[in-house]
């Protein structure tokens, strides 16, 4: 299984990202795949998980509204595209994955084993 983020950067508040997660090795029908972020000092923090087999999405909280997750199954990638970006959402972010459904449970502690080497999101004030 492996996992390559792309897509981050610098932008301003207020501003957008729309970040990939490129897959291979791993069954869209049978995986969860999430993004979880890591700011500078702090703990890792659940952002968005996928089961691409049906589509179905979660969120946290501090992202809910502003943050849609999304899969091409074709294309085995899945997108975190992230709007009304503010200066607390900088942060590496991970995209992961394992064989378990996402839910509310695995949104909040992304048990997975399976992980990208993340890519940076900083947001100016």
């Known amino acids: 299984v492996q996992l390559v983020e792309s897509g981050g950067g610098l932008v301003q508040a207020g501003g957008s990202l729309r970040l990939s997660c490129a897959t291979s090795g791993v069954t869209f029908d049978a995986h969860a795949i999430g993004w979880i972020r890591q700011a500078p000092g702090k703990q890792r923090e659940g952002v968005s998980c996928?089961?691409?087999?049906?589509?179905?999405?979660y969120y946290t909280n501090p992202v809910k509204g502003r943050f849609t997750i999304s899969s091409d199954n074709a294309k085995k990638t899945v997108y975190l595209q992230m709007n009304s970006l503010k200066p607390e959402d900088t942060a590496v972010y991970y995209c992961?994955?394992?064989?378990?459904?996402?839910?509310?449970?695995?949104?909040?502690?992304?048990?997975?084993?399976?992980w990208g080497q993340g890519t940076q999101v900083t947001v100016s004030s």
């Open positions: 992961a994955t394992d064989r378990i459904d996402c839910g509310p449970i695995v949104v909040e502690t992304f048990p997975y084993d399976y």
């Open positions: 996928i089961n691409p087999s049906d589509g179905s999405t």
